[in-house]
């Protein structure tokens, strides 16, 4: 009998990605095959996020579209955080969906589906263990913890992900090795709170002693870039901020957590900082490191935010330069403290003040794309694969995190994915640059 075939859907994060590649291993080690399509596999597994409104919809939608797209007779499965956070009124909602399955029973779907016999316990941190499949890309993630201590107000994922669990050094080095000997070059460091890493088994700190180990222990074995996603900002300080600028694998890329600039309204969100502090911190690592490059997210409407603070995060973007930055609508989440706080902007003006501080931002991003080609700047690309289209390899330098920033185009060259290769910029296309090839570095 044909072993029976599964497809995943993922929504949501990098962190619910590297999830999916957990399942994915744990239903190859329990007997089932990739399918090729949706329409093909025997269980269709939507992992959901359920972060804000938004991401909820588009979970709702992915599951009710597989349920049509999906072959008679197979099953359809709904786990992630949406699964975990609103499970029983979902499955109520949506009969299509055979199961229902939230955190504890990801590492074990196949004993739910197929009856296969039960591989090791479940749970949260099982699944954080198990083994996973190397990806075709030359990049991966690496989720290091799980949860997060914090109580921004704003936010409901402690409520379901729970407080922070930090896996073991040793733990995260051994995936990262496999990885890295399976042909992965970059590491992507995740967690929901990645600087906090190690605090909650008393070690603080525990982040620098984990990039020195990566560092020496998997550079010689081909790891080549070390990347940092989710910092609290209170966090972003020596040893850390040193120990990044100084280790040759891991990137200058910073990723900021900063959600706004106003310091009452982030006082109000329960967060540290302001914009002040924040541009210090920016302008003092650009001064050690000019190459060093910045990402962050912002909230815009948070309830009570004035014009005055509106005003203050445009002019902290015009003043900190960020080259890259994302701006989200706030989202009323149940059982957080903000959604039943008074004073929320309608949503019209929530719509001009996205587009204000896109209009502020997106030049800022732009320019400093044009500047690196004005500049004749020689880049450093990992080539991640090639455009179907063109035929060109398309990678990525230090400044591009995967799947949220711009690429590099390399004209005329078909290279392999993983292969490192030195070229100049010659154009910007809106976000992404494109490159002329010049060696073939590694
Ligand atoms: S630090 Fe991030 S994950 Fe943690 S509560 Fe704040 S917003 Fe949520």
């Known amino acids: 009998m044909a072993a029976p075939t599964f497809w995943i859907e993922t929504l949501g994060c990098p962190k619910n990605a590297v999830d999916s590649d957990k399942v994915r291993a744990s239903l190859v080690a329990d007997g089932l095959v990739a399918a090729a399509a949706p329409d093909s596999a025997d269980v269709v597994v939507v992992n959901t996020c359920a972060f804000v409104e938004a991401a909820r919809q588009e979970?709702?939608?992915?599951?009710?579209?597989?349920?049509d797209a999906r072959r008679k007779g197979s099953k359809l499965v709904v786990?992630?955080?949406?699964?975990?956070?609103?499970?029983?009124?979902?499955?109520?909602?949506?009969?299509?969906?055979?199961?229902?399955?939230?955190?504890?029973?990801?590492?074990?779907?196949?004993?739910?589906?197929?009856?296969?016999?039960?591989?090791?316990?479940?749970?949260?941190?099982?699944?954080?263990?198990?083994?996973?499949?190397?990806?075709?890309?030359?990049?991966?993630?690496?989720?290091?913890?799980?949860?997060?201590?914090?109580?921004?107000?704003?936010?409901?994922?402690?409520?379901?992900?729970?407080?922070?669990?930090?896996?073991?050094?040793?733990?995260?080095?051994?995936?990262?090795?496999?990885?890295?000997?399976g042909g992965v070059a970059e590491l992507v460091l995740v967690a929901q709170d990645l600087a906090w890493y190690g605090h909650d088994v008393r070690e603080t700190g525990a982040l620098v002693p984990l990039l020195r180990r990566l560092d020496a222990e998997l550079a010689p074995s081909g790891l080549r870039r070390i990347r940092l996603l989710y910092l609290y900002p209170s966090e972003v300080r020596d040893p850390l901020v040193s120990t990044m600028l100084e280790l040759p694998t891991v990137v200058p890329y910073f990723d900021l957590s900063l959600q706004h600039a106003d310091r009452a309204l982030l006082a109000r969100m329960k967060r540290w900082g302001s914009g002040e502090r924040f541009v210090s911190m920016i302008d003092g690592i650009r001064d050690q490191e000019p190459e060093a490059v910045f990402r962050s997210s912002f909230i815009v409407g948070f309830p009570g935010e004035t014009e005055a603070e509106h005003d203050a995060l445009v002019a902290f973007l015009a003043e900190a330069r960020l080259d890259w930055a994302g701006f989200f609508p706030f989202s009323r989440e149940a059982g957080t403290p903000a959604a039943t706080?008074?004073?929320?902007?309608?949503?019209?003006?929530?719509?001009?003040?996205?587009?204000?501080?896109?209009?502020?931002?997106?030049?800022?991003?732009?320019?400093?794309?044009?500047?690196?080609?004005?500049?004749?700047?020689?880049?450093?690309?990992?080539?991640?694969?090639?455009?179907?289209?063109?035929?060109?390899?398309?990678?990525?330098?230090?400044?591009?995190?995967?799947?949220?920033?711009?690429?590099?185009?390399?004209?005329?060259?078909?290279?392999?994915?993983?292969?490192?290769?030195?070229?100049?910029?010659?154009?910007?296309?809106?976000?992404?640059?494109?490159?002329?090839?010049?060696?073939?570095?590694?």
């Open 59 to 67: 979970s709702v939608e992915t599951i009710l579209a597989l349920a």
């Open 79 to 181: 786990t992630g955080c949406l699964a975990e956070r609103e499970g029983t009124e979902l499955a109520a909602a949506i009969p299509e969906a055979d199961a229902v399955i939230g955190f504890g029973g990801e590492g074990a779907l196949a004993d739910v589906l197929l009856d296969a016999p039960r591989r090791k316990p479940t749970g949260v941190r099982d699944l954080l263990e198990l083994p996973r499949a190397i990806p075709s890309a030359p990049w991966a993630y690496l989720k290091v913890a799980e949860g997060c201590d914090r109580a921004c107000t704003f936010c409901a994922i402690p409520s379901f992900r729970g407080t922070q669990r930090s896996r073991t050094p040793d733990a995260i080095v051994d995936e990262a090795r496999q990885l890295v000997d």
């Open 341 to 442: 706080m008074d004073g929320a902007a309608p949503a019209e003006l929530v719509g001009e003040w996205l587009r204000e501080c896109d209009e502020v931002q997106t030049p800022i991003t732009e320019g400093a794309r044009d500047a690196l080609v004005r500049a004749g700047v020689e880049l450093e690309v990992l080539v991640d694969g090639v455009d179907d289209d063109t035929g060109d390899a398309v990678g990525r330098t230090h400044r591009e995190a995967p799947e949220i920033d711009g690429v590099v185009r390399l004209e005329g060259a078909a290279s392999r994915p993983g292969v490192v290769v030195r070229a100049k910029a010659t154009d910007a296309l809106g976000v992404d640059l494109v490159a002329n090839p010049i060696e073939v570095v590694a």
